[in-house]
């Protein structure tokens, strides 16, 4: 069987300035519809690597090719105008308004005008701004997220197959960077997509990537999942970098279908009537969720109990506690760190 084109290939990219690299060998190749975060301290070639695969930045050495072309046969603003690109600062034309900016790629594309209004209708109420009320006002009338939102559909507009986003949620608060992360991820739109994206903020690495490229000093110190890079860490770089938030990422990383084998309880009332059940994809902290919701309208006397959602139709539910459920993580983080 043919082995698939990627639809995103780097071999060997290198960039430098004088006599500093900047970026230094680095080879990936992404499926169609597949994540990628580039992650790293400060100064480590994010932005420079991402900026080489829409040729922004032109590189010293090395190929990157789109769906087995290579961009450098391209001229760059027709390479530019197929690939979707977000940026922290967002870009927004001041004096367009909403829908012009969204409408801009596509309109340098030729489409016909019913068509970008369509898209752009389609796209603004997907992103929670309904047309109706955002259409026809301008950026400064706009919150920071909202700024953001409308970022997104303007990277979208073209239906791009590659779309990079460079700390595309950096300059937002937290309690609204978390809530348009959740809408980013949720976002029909981007399930189709390959992304590249740029961040410094681990926790948002794990949430959003299929996969992680961790670099330092412009080299690739590690690819692979976030499982991977949090339970097989490559070298001691890969992992000192993520020791400071690594029980919390183990909470958001591993599910209860990982620590299923080890979650033994000694609850004995099996009825699912008296107890929220929980899917087995639910992650560690979302249980421990649930467990805490559940302590704010219980008996404080009275052991929380939850019910995991059976594997199989003849599967009976596996209630467990707090202590249960702490125990079977520790004994699965265990098992899942051996070499």
């Excluded at 004096?95 to 340098?108: D, I, M, R, S």
């Excluded at 976002?187 to 740029?198: D, G, I, S």
């Excluded at 410094?200 to 890079?229: K, M, N, S």
Aim: charged residues 20%; hydrophobic residues 40%; contains cysteine.
């Amino acid at each position: 069987m043919p082995t698939p084109t990627p639809a995103l290939a780097v071999h060997h990219l290198t960039k430098r300035y004088g006599p500093h690299a900047v970026v230094q060998d680095v080879t990936f190749a992404l499926q169609p519809g597949e994540t990628l975060v580039l992650l790293g301290p400060s100064g480590c070639g994010k932005t420079t690597l991402l900026r080489m695969l829409n040729r922004l930045v032109e590189p010293d050495s090395g190929t990157v090719e789109l769906a087995g072309q290579d961009v450098r046969q391209l001229p760059p603003e027709q390479l530019r105008r197929g690939i979707g690109y977000v940026i922290q600062q967002v870009g927004l034309l001041p004096h367009y308004t909403v829908a012009e900016n969204v409408g801009v790629v596509p309109g340098l594309l030729g489409h016909a005008p019913a068509a970008i209004a369509q898209r752009t209708h389609e796209l603004l109420a997907r992103l929670h701004l309904p047309p109706e009320r955002y259409a026809q006002q301008y950026p400064h009338q706009l919150s920071g997220g909202q700024q953001q939102r409308v970022g997104l559909a303007r990277a979208l507009a073209a239906d791009p197959p590659l779309v990079l986003l460079d700390e595309p949620f950096g300059a937002l608060d937290p309690i609204t960077r978390a809530g348009i992360r959740r809408e980013f991820r949720e976002l029909e739109e981007l399930r189709r997509k390959t992304m590249v994206l740029v961040t410094h903020d681990v926790q948002e690495a794990f949430e959003l990537a299929d996969r992680i490229l961790l670099l330092d000093a412009g080299r690739a110190q590690q690819l692979g999942t976030p499982r991977e890079l949090l339970f097989q860490p490559a070298n001691d770089f890969a992992r000192r970098f993520f020791e400071a938030e690594k029980l919390s990422l183990q909470f958001r990383t591993l599910q209860l279908q990982d620590v299923l084998p080890d979650l033994a309880s000694e609850y004995t009332n099996n009825s699912s009537s008296n107890h929220k059940t929980l899917p087995l994809t639910a992650t560690i902290q979302e249980a421990l969720e649930a467990l805490s919701a559940d302590a704010l309208v219980s008996d404080p006397a009275t052991e929380r109990v939850l019910l995991t959602q059976p594997a199989a139709a003849e599967a009976p539910a596996v209630p467990f506690t707090l202590a249960s459920l702490m125990s079977a993580f520790g004994q699965a983080v265990h098992r899942l760190s051996k070499p």
